[in-house]
């Protein structure tokens, strides 16, 4: 472990003023925060870790990770690091990792995949990040996002997720890639209030639930080329959910875990 007294130490300059989502994107890294979602991301993520910055009061707890991370680990004072970073963090724990480069859309849907999450203009960072903990939870095989989503990497969007941005496969995608999906034998599922019942559906062995921002919805290309439509039946006068409670409910059924 690595003491960092002086808050310009180079070393430590992937944590500098981290709230500047931009300047963070720009070096090419991306945040982890919180002790437990810091341990997911080295001992389960694939992506590359490259080190870890403690206050003191977090070394004990995290060392058995820190020391098996095989990564620089860098501790401060809290007052220090309060200084990195440029706000009062007070989780204490934060690990930078290296944005990986774009991959093609099927790279990350394996020849076994069976469940697809495909996301559509969702802009806000806790609605991608918690679409992530419900894909996780219901063992989807990939997330996909279209490029008005806001990034899952950006650290509020890891923290929402717990992680599960960091260990879900997911890629960047046009809704014409949706094409290939179906052509792998892919059901298209595309959630709005104007569908089907989504208890009646047929089930599929494979299946790609499509969400789109609570606004709007879907763009009118993607629904065309969805196999059903289908809608969550809800009391008189409301015809929506959050779209990350819709996605996991829609989960739940079309996983065939009901």
């Known amino acids: ?12 300059a992937d944590y500098v003023d981290i709230r500047e989502a931009a300047l963070v994107k720009q070096r090419g890294v991306f945040l982890v925060e919180g002790t437990e979602v810091v341990r997911t991301f080295l001992t389960k993520s694939p992506l590359e870790k490259r ?24 501790v401060a004072a809290p007052a220090v690091m309060n200084r990195i970073v440029g706000f009062d ?7 930078a990792g290296a944005v990986p480069a774009p991959v093609p859309a099927m790279d990350v849907v394996g020849e076994g995949a069976r469940t697809v999450l495909f996301l559509e203009g969702l802009a806000n960072h806790d609605n ?25 990497l950006y650290r509020k969007a890891i923290r929402t997720s717990m992680g599960a941005a960091l260990t879900v496969p997911f890629a960047r995608v046009t809704s014409e890639d949706l094409n290939a999906l179906a052509a792998r ?8 209030p104007a569908g089907d019942d989504l208890a009646t559906l047929p089930r599929s062995d494979r299946t790609a639930v499509l969400v789109g921002t609570e606004g709007r919805g879907l763009e009118a290309a993607t629904m065309a080329r969805a196999h ?25 059924v079309l996983a065939g875990r009901c």
Request: with cysteine; net charge negative; hydrophobic share 50%.
């Open 51 to 74: 080190s870890l910055l403690l206050s003191d009061k977090r070394v004990d707890a995290m060392r058995d990770v820190a020391d098996a991370a095989g990564v620089p680990v860098y």
């Open 89 to 95: 963090i007070h989780r204490g724990c934060l690990a």
């Open 128 to 152: 991608v990040g918690q679409a992530f903990r419900n894909a996780a939870a219901f063992g989807v095989d990939a997330v996909w996002l279209d490029a008005t989503c806001a990034d899952p």
């Open 228 to 252: 059903h439509r289908a809608r969550i039946p809800m009391a008189p006068g409301h015809d929506s959910l959050n779209v990350a409670t819709a996605a996991a409910i829609a989960l739940y």
């Open 185 to 192: 034998g892919f059901t298209l599922v595309a959630m709005t």
């Open 1 to 12: 472990m690595i003491r960092i007294d002086d808050p310009g130490d180079p070393r430590v």
